[in-house]
Nanobody, 117 residues
Framework: QVQLVESGGGLVQPGGSLRLSCAAS????????MAWYRQAPGKQREWVAG???????NYADIVKGRATISRDNAKNTVYLQMNSLLPEDTAVYYC???????????WGKGTLVTVSS
């Protein structure tokens, strides 16, 4: 089993920044691709950004230019730096990870980001 624990959420004013972290622990040798998703109230969960084990990144258009995903393989941690936050960025942000040899991806329980003045 693998556990993913997100942190770094909170209340931020429009135009502000946040850095989310997701630490993985449990029974694994290494992690493959990792990603961030989010789910706003009343909406479906959507993909935000992803990063391969080799550091190749991709972003959803909704955050492109405002978000940076990164990872520290030594710490089994993935980060999401979000800048120029908008009220519509308000959501629960979830971490996602693929583990070699494990049949299903893993999800964290989420961290709430609220963008409001």
């Amino acid at each position: 089993q693998v556990q993913l624990v997100e942190s770094g959420g909170g209340l931020v004013q429009p135009g502000g920044s946040l850095r989310l972290s997701c630490a993985a622990s449990g029974s694994f040798f290494r992690l493959n691709g990792m990603a961030w998703y989010r789910q706003a109230p009343g909406k479906q969960r959507e993909w935000v950004a992803g990063i391969s084990s080799g550091g190749i990144t991709n972003y959803a258009d909704i955050v492109k230019g405002r978000a940076t995903i990164s990872r520290d393989n030594a710490k089994n941690t993935v980060y999401l730096q979000m800048n120029s936050l908008l009220p519509e960025d308000t959501a629960v942000y979830y971490c996602y990870a693929l583990v070699p040899g494990h049949p299903s991806p893993y999800w964290g329980k989420g961290t709430l980001v609220t963008v409001s003045s």
